[in-house]
């Protein structure tokens, strides 16, 4: 088990710098089907479920996981039943831990 799950995100107002590629690779590692964007400021995953409704059960999972870590993805529901998830730490523009710790409990609702 990912030691992601077990971690709590961090409350992040500024002051540090986003993660480099050599920091952010082994925790990429363990969330299989998500990328970083070419940026390397974004950490994104689709999903794709059967139909409207499923994709809205989904959200409102993600989005009640989000209040809790108090860490809020971007959420793009397209076409009826796809979803966009893109993780950043606004703070810093760009990677933070908490970007992986919350994907990582996103899988877990999957």
């Given at each position: 088990?990912?030691?992601?799950?077990q971690?709590?995100?961090?409350?992040?107002?500024g002051?540090?710098?986003?993660?480099?590629?050599?920091?952010?690779?082994?925790?990429?590692?363990?969330?299989?089907?998500?990328?970083?964007?070419?940026?390397?400021?974004?950490?994104?995953?689709?999903?794709?479920?059967?139909?409207?409704?499923?994709?809205?059960?989904?959200?409102?999972?993600?989005?009640?996981?989000?209040?809790?870590?108090?860490?809020?993805?971007?959420?793009?529901?397209?076409?009826?039943?796809?979803?966009?998830?893109?993780?950043?730490?606004?703070?810093?523009?760009?990677?933070?831990?908490?970007?992986?710790?919350?994907?990582?409990?996103?899988?877990?609702?999957?």
């Amino acid at each position: 088990m990912s030691t992601l799950t077990q971690s709590k995100c961090e409350p992040c107002e500024g002051g540090i710098p986003p993660m480099t590629r050599e920091q952010f690779e082994p925790l990429l590692q363990e969330l299989p089907g998500w990328k970083v964007t070419e940026s390397e400021k974004t950490l994104a995953r689709d999903f794709s479920f059967k139909n409207f409704v499923q994709t809205i059960e989904f959200v409102n999972k993600v989005a009640e996981l989000a209040e809790q870590e108090g860490h809020h993805p971007d959420l793009n529901i397209h076409g009826y039943n796809k979803l966009a998830i893109r993780l950043s730490t606004h703070a810093i523009k760009g990677l933070s831990r908490n970007d992986f710790i919350l994907a990582a409990k996103i899988d877990q609702l999957a």
